[in-house]
């Protein structure tokens, strides 16, 4: 492998029967999930469990997509990408160990691990905004309108603070933070739930005005509460960043009993994650193995990291 296609982070194999793979991570979103997609920012950080898309010679020609629909947003997906890259007699696989449809950033990671892929099969080497704008288009098909968190950070792979339209700035870490990641429930699709905020936005622009500028500050005042390494302060500003998700009507039954019970188990907070209406909670912790332990929670359903400026 080349150092220019290890720095993509994809591999390609000449000569052999698979063309190309490459990897990219899901993402757990710390502050600004939905009013990041008004231009406000949000934090969020990778996990280590992804996407892997496998590009494989496909001997009966054209493009063959494994274990999905002709007509789903993914084959087209698939399908638009290898033409943009023009590419075809290919088989088309997907694998990862990534809970999907929970707010983890799958289809994202899917769309940048695809973008990767490809790019290694061409062996064109693409400058990073390049390969990063190809995947937000990619991830149209799946969500209409991404605000582009989810594949930024999939593809950078690091903790960032991100602005709809411009490049992710990392955060630098002074000690290392963990997280904690509780898939509490199935949920609708991402679209439907930003479209729901748009409709609220549309009927009530004052209030979801004031409520997204109260997580602007949040998140704000997290950047420095970050990379002064005062996590305990982290912790209540996403506990309130909870609060407003509540208010737009986000949240449910289920989450709010989750962050409950991280809470009153010494997670310095927690939220809701992602687009909401079920999915998955986010706590940041001392120690994220100890506070999965003190849950009784089945271990399948719990995800960790570790995030530090070093890695
Ligand atoms: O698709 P999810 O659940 O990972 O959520 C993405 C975050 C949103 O802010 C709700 C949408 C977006 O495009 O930023």
């Not at 757990?28 to 969020?44: D, K, S």
């Not at 693409?126 to 990063?132: A, E, H, K, N, W």
């Not at 982290?234 to 998700?245: F, K, P, S, T």
């Amino acid at each position: 492998m080349s150092q220019e296609h290890q720095e993509q982070g994809c591999e390609r194999t000449e000569g052999a029967e698979v063309v190309a793979h490459a990897f990219a991570p899901g993402k757990v979103i710390l502050f600004g999930e939905h009013a990041v997609v008004f231009g406000h920012p949000a934090i969020a950080g990778p996990l280590e469990e992804g996407v892997r898309v496998t590009l494989e010679k496909n001997a009966s020609g054209g493009i063959a997509i494994e274990g999905c629909d002709e007509v789903s947003a993914l084959a087209r997906a698939v399908r638009r990408c290898l033409h943009e890259f023009r590419l075809t007699d290919l088989k088309v696989s997907f694998s990862g160990d990534l809970p999907r449809s929970v707010g983890l950033g799958s289809s994202a990671a899917l769309a940048v691990a695809l973008v990767r892929a490809c790019a290694a099969a061409t062996g064109l080497m693409m400058r990073p905004q390049g390969l990063i704008e190809r995947a937000h288009e990619i991830e149209r098909e799946f969500h209409g309108n991404p605000s582009g968190v989810d594949h930024s950070v999939a593809f950078e792979k690091k903790l960032m603070r991100f602005v709809r339209g411009q490049r992710g700035q990392q955060i630098f870490l002074v000690k290392p933070l963990e997280a904690l990641i509780w898939v509490v429930a199935p949920r609708g699709s991402t679209r439907e739930h930003v479209a729901s905020v748009g409709e609220l936005a549309a009927t009530n622009p004052k209030r979801v005005e004031k409520i997204f500028c109260a997580i602007h500050a949040l998140a704000d005042s997290a950047v420095e509460s970050l990379e002064r390494g005062d996590y305990e302060r982290v912790g209540h500003a996403m506990d309130e960043n909870h609060r407003w998700l509540q208010e737009l009507g986000l949240s449910t039954p289920e989450i709010d009993d989750a962050c409950e019970r991280l809470r009153a188990a010494g997670a310095w907070g927690a939220k809701l994650t992602g687009a909401g209406g079920g999915g998955a909670v986010v706590a940041i912790c001392e120690d994220a193995s100890a506070l999965a332990r003190s849950l009784a929670v089945d271990p399948a359903r719990l995800l960790m990291t570790r995030w530090s400026s070093s890695a």
